[in-house]
């Protein structure tokens, strides 16, 4: 049975006298002081309503790979914002379309330069052949239509998290974002961390990415190739002044805090 009988009638006698405006019941929810809380659970609330029946605070739930990649290209300071236009085509592994083609000369092949940081809401999608990125995040094929969404934790999630040549990028141009501020290392890390999940790292956290950032310095000092090879990745350029050993032991600071649950998760 529903918890909340009396505002279940207030919204359908609300809904009628606005005559029936579906938008118009929509701003009222999402701009309702329920719909803002904080998933923070409050010690008062929480004996007398543990599983918020009563609504005591908001829900958490982890973003889908859509918004996931949005939050990662925006956050590095590298996604478009332009409105409209033709469907794009971001990075996809190669040779994906060929096993379903009628064709064999079918390909997928990437757009180059704005067009790979555009919203996700704009990428094509072939019917047949999800996004491998989208689909490991949960996403619903195009052969049938779904009405509820599956949020799922598997270590393939991560692993899109590590590889995938949008969130090696990303966390490239997020590094470079820190090292360009005229500060010491600690108040770039703690910057980073605050861009990646808007909040500002404990000292216990900011001390592992401190020991981190030395141990990729050490990593990347001692393999400059390993060092040229993970700043290649993605179409964008790396910033030529800065030091390539500093970069990508930023960088993979910065490719840690995008992997992290407080990046994928909505509070």
């Known amino acids: 049975m529903p918890s909340h009988r009396e505002l279940l009638d207030w919204l359908a006698v609300e809904f009628i006298e606005s005559g029936w405006d579906v938008q118009a019941m929509h ?9 803002n809380q904080s998933s923070k659970r409050s010690h008062g609330l929480n ?15 982890r973003a889908d790979g859509f918004v996931i990649r ?5 956050v590095a300071g590298i996604a478009s914002d332009q409105v409209g236009g033709p469907s794009v085509k971001p ?7 060929e ?7 079918t390909r997928y092949k990437p757009d180059q330069g704005d067009s790979l940081y555009r919203k996700s809401m704009y990428t094509y999608w072939k019917r047949a052949v999800n996004p491998p ?28 998290l590590m590889n995938d040549p949008t969130f090696v990028e990303a966390a490239r141009n997020l590094a470079q974002r820190a090292l360009q501020l005229d500060a010491t290392d600690d108040e770039r890390l703690s910057q980073l961390a605050f861009w990646a999940i808007a ?7 900011l001390k592992v990415m401190s020991r981190s950032l030395s141990y990729f310095r050490d990593h990347y000092r001692a393999d400059p190739e390993a060092a040229e090879k993970l ?9 030529n002044q800065l030091d390539a050993t500093e970069l990508a032991a930023m960088t993979a600071v910065a490719h840690l805090i995008l992997n992290t649950d407080e990046f994928i998760t909505v509070e």
Do not use: H, M
């Open 199 to 205: 909040k500002r790292p404990s000292s216990s956290t």
């Open 231 to 239: 700043l290649a990745v993605g179409e964008s350029k790396p910033d």
């Open 70 to 74: 949005d939050l990662a290209l925006q």
């Open 133 to 160: 990125r989208q689909t490991i995040f949960d996403a619903s094929g195009r052969e049938v239509c779904n009405v509820r969404v599956r949020r799922t934790n598997t270590p393939l999630q991560a692993l899109v």
């Open 47 to 61: 004996d007398p309503d543990p599983e918020n029946r009563l609504i005591s605070r908001g829900p958490r739930y």
């Open 27 to 35: 701003r009222l929810i999402v701009t309702s002081a329920a719909f």
């Open 99 to 105: 096993s379903v083609a009628a064709n064999a000369g």
């Open 91 to 97: 990075y996809q592994p190669s040779g994906l379309w």
